[in-house]
């Protein structure tokens, strides 16, 4: 199992949400966060004073997918989140060791 | 009595009162940080309620009544003999009830407290505000009411014309304001970390507040269902309206982009240079002082704000110092009728208008300035002006009213 965590614009939510579902994503947490990579902030002018906002908003996604699914998840988030613009975002995969679903006791893959 | 006259005062003192509750307070609550915004609130509030209860002790009589040409005298403390309610017979000042009179002039002394607090907003104690607005009150703004307005006054019979309060209240609390925030000292991170207007909305609907309540405040300042009263009234709305594009032009082609905060500052600043000069100007003269002041306060919120580097949070002298000053000198200029004013009858007598025009400015400044800086000295002795660092970072609401504007 791997766990993806997926860094995009926000206003792709809807785009990247309904693609994963239609290949078979059955979850995911989502969460709103600030950073900044190769895009960088903008200045805001408040009358006499200029801040420099360098932490954009995006959202994150974390989900865990099986071995089999992972290449398919990761092209389709690819595909649902691109923009072509500086700062769509990344996607990091990391190992996953386990993974419970507390309702039943099922363990990984079937937990997923 | 002239019941016009007496519903068109009232109505005006409610208007002013319009323009601190909730006016001053949205505007100057959603300048600061969400973590100090009902601090800002509450001070705009009880400084307002604080100096109504000394204008009826003891204010009101030593601003207007007969006196010295420096301060009045002890006669109407507590409005003793201004009404027998015996035989419901009331003193008459002019064509209202001297009560209707004193009602009105209470709020101006009360807003004029309340804008002071946006010089040293997000740092202060509650406490110390408090004992700072009826030390400043007693000393600062009732000698200088007095010698404006009141019959005897210095600057009264040295012929200084100051319509509505350009002089007493902005010019008064706009170099009060500059003074804390030398005195309180800068905000901490200031110049560091952003600290950004939290809700500018609000900042919009405050701002417009105080546009309609200052119908009240200039056009009642006529005191009466008049001519005067009409055009005030209009001017008020000429120069405001040249004043918001003033500023949004300048703040353009200076900065790039014409900001919402650009065009709600240039209200204000508008309102604030009209003030001396709404009965004493024609509207071609309000439309340039509307004009010249909105873009003379985008500079005292800029390149003068980082000249005297004091951290004036909410820009009190930046907007109503300089636009309070810019609008006294206009007056003495546009208030000839040769540029279409109702007042000096020739040229020749501007110059020294301008004089004494200059004469009152410089007298409020240095007066305010010195008492200013002693009633902070004893508020901080006896109370402690600034918050410790812990409650500065943790923010006012939380640490002096022990509430949160926005639950999370």
């Not at chain 1, 995009?8 to 939510?13: A, E, S």
């Not at chain 2, 004013?341 to 007298?363: D, F, R, Y």
Request: hydrophobic share 50%.
């Amino acid at each position: 199992m791997k766990l993806i965590t997926a860094i995009i614009k926000p206003f792709k939510l809807d785009e990247v949400r309904e693609a994963l579902g239609a290949i078979g994503i059955q979850g995911m947490t989502v969460s709103e966060v600030k950073g900044f990579g190769r895009q960088k902030g903008h200045t805001e002018l408040y009358r006499g004073a200029e801040y420099t906002v360098d932490f954009l908003p995006k959202l994150r996604i974390d989900m865990a997918v099986s071995e089999a699914m992972l290449e398919q998840a990761i092209e389709t988030l690819c595909a649902a989140a691109h923009t072509g613009k500086i700062g769509d975002g990344k996607i990091f995969i990391t190992p996953l060791e386990q993974a419970v679903r507390i309702r039943t006791g099922e363990y990984d893959d079937a937990a997923l | 009595m002239d019941k016009a006259d007496f519903v068109w005062v009232s109505v005006s003192t409610a208007l002013v009162l319009l323009m601190v509750v909730p006016g001053l307070a949205l505007f100057y609550g959603g300048l600061v940080r969400a973590k100090n915004v009902l601090s800002v609130l509450a001070q705009v509030m009880s400084v307002f309620c604080l100096a109504i209860i000394l204008w009826f002790v003891y204010g009101y009589s030593l601003a207007f009544t007969e006196g010295g040409t420096l301060i009045g005298g002890f006669s109407r403390v507590l409005f003793s003999g201004m009404a027998d309610l015996s035989t419901m017979n009331f003193e008459l000042a002019g064509n209202i009830p001297e009560l209707a009179f004193a009602a009105f002039q209470a709020t101006f002394a009360g807003i004029t407290c309340a804008l002071i607090v946006g010089g040293f907003a997000e740092r202060a104690r509650f406490g110390a505000v408090l004992l700072f607005t009826a030390l400043w009150l007693t000393f600062a703004y009732l000698p200088i009411a007095h010698m404006v307005w009141a019959p005897g006054g210095w600057l009264f019979e040295r012929g200084a014309l100051d319509f509505a309060g350009g002089t007493v209240v902005h010019i008064n609390a706009g170099v009060a304001g500059l003074v804390g925030a030398y005195y309180v000292g800068k905000r901490l991170g200031y110049g560091q970390e952003a600290m950004p207007p939290h809700n500018l909305p609000l900042t919009m609907v405050g701002a417009s507040l105080l546009w309609m309540g200052w119908f009240g405040f200039n056009a009642g300042s006529a005191l009466g269902a008049n001519e005067t009263a009409a055009l005030a009234f209009f001017n008020t709305l000429l120069a405001t309206a040249a004043a918001v594009l003033a500023w949004t032009v300048v703040e353009w082609l200076d900065k790039g982009k014409p900001s919402l905060l650009g065009g709600v500052s240039g209200a204000v600043a508008g309102l604030v240079g009209i003030t001396p000069a709404a009965g004493l100007v024609g509207p071609g003269g309000a439309l340039i002082i509307g004009a010249v002041t909105g873009a003379a306060c985008v500079w005292g919120v800029n390149g003068l704000k980082r000249l005297l580097r004091a951290d004036d949070a909410l820009d009190v002298f930046g907007i109503h110092g300089v636009g309070g000053i810019v609008g006294a000198m206009l007056t003495g200029l546009f208030n000839a009728q040769a540029l279409g004013g109702p007042g000096l009858a020739s040229m020749s007598e501007v110059p020294h208008q301008l004089w004494i025009q200059l004469e009152g400015i410089l007298i409020t400044v240095v007066w305010c300035g010195i008492v200013s800086w002693l009633a902070y000295l004893i508020a901080d002795k006896l109370c402690g002006l600034r918050v410790n660092i812990d409650a500065e970072r943790q923010g006012l609401d939380v640490h002096e009213h022990g509430e949160t504007a926005y639950q999370r």
